[in-house]
């Protein structure tokens, strides 16, 4: 699975996708803490290996591994502590990111057995991916 999305990255080439570098686990728990829940395997494997970034110019949040009290811009904790206090979107949704006229989110209602939670996009409430990898290989595909 891993080494299918890290292929297509690769091939896509930075006019496409502009990925960061990857962030400590040290980070990445101290975000699952700060929200409460349990980032799946999948997210967690991302950001390890890329940490954040943009496919076609549209950020998926990551980690940026500053103080989530004074951080800013598209990290995910940063962006679901300001989405709580501008409730716009469902109690159950961690949004990951944005695209023209499209919000995506992992939905947290939804826990299957093996800890993926699927992806929805906010405007049609439709299932957009069951997992991140299947979101990143969307993204990465539709222009």
Known sequence: MYEEIKKMIE???EDIIDFRYGVSEKWIQLAEERL???FPESYK?????YGGGEI???EIYGIYEQDFDTVVGGDIVYM????KKHPIYPSNALVIGRGIDQVFYFN???VP???EYPIYEFFTGEKYADNFIEFLKRRILED
């Open 11 to 13: 091939e896509a080439g």
């Open 36 to 38: 409460n829940i349990r």
């Open 45 to 49: 494997w991302w950001l390890r290996n």
């Open 56 to 58: 076609y110019g549209e």
């Open 80 to 83: 679901h502590e300001i989405n």
């Open 108 to 110: 947290l209602a939804i």
């Open 113 to 115: 057995e093996d800890g």
